[in-house]
């Protein structure tokens, strides 16, 4: 049996840790993102801690509908998200998002997607994703948000 495949994706944005970090867990500002520019969040909820839950609904720009979710394997503020994804069981498919502060005005993301049961299916997540963190660097590139 092959392995299950992964996909990472790095950025840099130029605001602090705690910022980014806020973007993730804030639904108000989760749902000015997630969806990529274009798209829109009617409903985001989250619980960003250890055993925590989120269920998110959004709609892309083409019209796309998605609902996501998953339970919260690792959380620690302004450095780690860790969680499932669409499951409940983290050994099918996990995402870790990692924040490294450069200085006091720059932080670089980390994202890996671990267990795509197929090249399409990561090739699909990973264009989501590259839309989702474009739209988060948008966001955070003009004025800051209200945390």
């Given amino acids: 049996m092959a392995a299950a495949l992964r996909l990472t994706l790095l950025r840099r944005y130029p605001v602090s840790a705690d910022i980014?970090?806020?973007?993730?867990?804030?639904p108000h500002l989760l749902t000015r993102w997630w969806a990529?520019?274009?798209?829109?969040?009617?409903?985001a909820q989250l619980n960003a801690r250890i055993g925590g839950n989120?269920?998110?609904?959004s709609v892309r720009a083409n019209g796309d509908?998605?609902?996501e979710w998953g339970v919260f394997s690792g959380a620690t503020t302004?450095?780690?998200l860790e969680f499932s994804w669409c499951c409940d069981d983290p050994a099918q498919q996990r995402v870790v998002v990692q924040l490294l502060p450069l200085g006091d005005s720059e932080t670089e993301l980390?994202?890996?997607h671990f267990g795509?049961?197929?090249?399409?299916?990561?090739?699909t997540q990973k264009a989501r994703w590259e839309t989702a963190l474009d739209a988060l660097g948008k966001l955070l590139s003009g004025p800051?948000?209200?945390i």
């Fill in 116 to 123: 795509f049961p197929d090249d399409s299916a990561c090739a």
């Fill in 144 to 146: 800051l948000p209200q």
């Fill in 20 to 26: 980014v970090y806020s973007a993730w867990t804030m």
């Fill in 54 to 57: 989120f269920l998110i609904d």
């Fill in 110 to 112: 980390s994202l890996v």
């Fill in 65 to 67: 509908a998605a609902e």
């Fill in 78 to 80: 302004n450095e780690l």
């Fill in 36 to 43: 990529g520019e274009g798209g829109r969040v009617p409903m």
